[in-house]
């Protein structure tokens, strides 16, 4: 059974910093990418960032410079290291990975929000 739990989330200030963490267990092989993405309210579900298995690092625009995506392969987690966060970083943010299948799976969610 594939599981996907995110943890790491919660209220930051302007400015502060948070990680998030995602356990991926059930898949140990076959994953085209690891990522995350985060859905803000009445918005779409937006990529943030992403790992290709050839080690290819994609980030969304709005967070270059800010935000770091790494993984652990010995511990199959996938880490989110987010800086300087801003009010627009307000979301859900989701992990998920993808294999060359085309399967998609998703973790249950972990809210940020950042406020002061």
């Known amino acids: 059974q594939v599981q996907l739990v995110e943890s790491g989330g919660g209220l930051v200030r302007p400015g502060g910093s948070l990680r998030l963490s995602c356990a991926v267990s059930?898949?140990?092989?076959?994953?085209?990418?690891r990522g995350w993405y985060r859905q803000a309210p009445g918005k779409e579900r937006e990529l943030v960032a992403r790992i290709i298995s050839s080690g290819t690092i994609h980030y969304a625009e709005s967070v270059k410079g800010r935000f770091t995506i790494s993984r652990d392969n010995a511990k199959n987690t996938v880490l989110l290291q987010m800086n300087s966060l801003e009010p627009e970083d307000t979301a859900v943010y989701y992990c998920n990975v993808n294999r060359y299948s085309g399967d998609d799976y998703w973790g249950q969610g972990t809210q940020v929000t950042v406020s002061s």
């Open positions: 059930g898949i140990t092989f076959g994953i085209y990418s």
